[in-house]
């Protein structure tokens, strides 16, 4: 069973500058299905003081790659067209992959997306680069056995995330 990104909008209590506020953001993280989801971003939340908080949406995403990058802090969701030949019918195919890139601006993403894909030997295009709204990522693949069976904290929201290679 593979992992699957997830996008999961929660709604929170924020205190700025002594007035507390209520926000809706959204974090990214990876997990086998949505109730793993579900419970390690409550977990999350819970262990970065975010209480109370409502967990409104969770939404399976079709992201082949998550980069993140320490130079920068926006999530920009990039489409790449492979293209490849089909022998068997003598035509030119596209397949689409879908990239969550972290950098400063679109132009940046772009550029980033070609330095992580110039080892590929099939030719690609990116037809879009889209600015999200994601927060934080939390992969489980950084996390300790202990934060395993803890409930899932990799660290809290508005924190950076470690490169990962």
Same mark, same amino acid.
């Given at each position: 069973?593979?992992?699957?990104?997830?996008?999961?909008?929660?709604?929170?209590?924020? *205190?700025?500058?002594?007035?507390?506020?209520?926000?809706?953001?959204?974090?990214?993280?990876?997990? @086998?299905? @949505?109730?793993?989801?579900?419970?390690?971003?409550?977990?999350?939340?819970?262990?970065?003081?975010?209480?109370?908080?409502?967990? /409104?949406?969770? $939404?399976? $995403?079709?992201?082949? +790659?998550?980069?993140? @990058?320490?130079?920068?802090?926006?999530?920009?969701?990039? /489409?790449?067209?492979?293209?490849?030949?089909? +022998?068997?019918?003598? %035509?030119?195919?596209?397949? *689409?992959?879908?990239?969550?890139?972290?950098?400063?601006?679109?132009?940046?993403? $772009?550029?980033?997306?070609?330095?992580?894909? %110039? !080892?590929? &030997? !099939?030719? @690609?295009?990116?037809?879009?680069?889209?600015?999200?709204?994601?927060?934080?990522?939390?992969?489980?693949?950084?996390?300790? &056995?202990?934060?395993?069976?803890?409930?899932?904290?990799?660290?809290?929201?508005? %924190?950076?995330?470690?490169?990962?290679?």
């Amino acid at each position: 069973m593979n992992k699957i990104w997830f996008i999961c909008k929660v709604k929170f209590l924020r *205190n700025t500058d002594g007035a507390d506020s209520q926000v809706t953001e959204q974090f990214l993280l990876d997990a @086998y299905n @949505y109730t793993e989801a579900e419970t390690r971003m409550s977990k999350i939340m819970e262990a970065s003081g975010q209480t109370p908080f409502e967990i /409104k949406q969770i $939404t399976k $995403t079709n992201y082949a +790659e998550v980069i993140h @990058y320490d130079d920068a802090d926006y999530w920009f969701k990039v /489409k790449v067209s492979f293209v490849s030949f089909d +022998e068997a019918t003598g %035509k030119e195919k596209g397949v *689409n992959q879908f990239f969550l890139m972290c950098a400063g601006d679109v132009e940046d993403a $772009t550029r980033k997306t070609h330095d992580f894909l %110039k !080892s590929t &030997i !099939s030719g @690609y295009v990116i037809p879009s680069v889209t600015y999200t709204k994601i927060v934080d990522v939390f992969p489980l693949a950084m996390m300790s &056995i202990n934060d395993m069976t803890e409930g899932g904290m990799v660290h809290g929201p508005q %924190k950076e995330v470690p490169h990962e290679s």
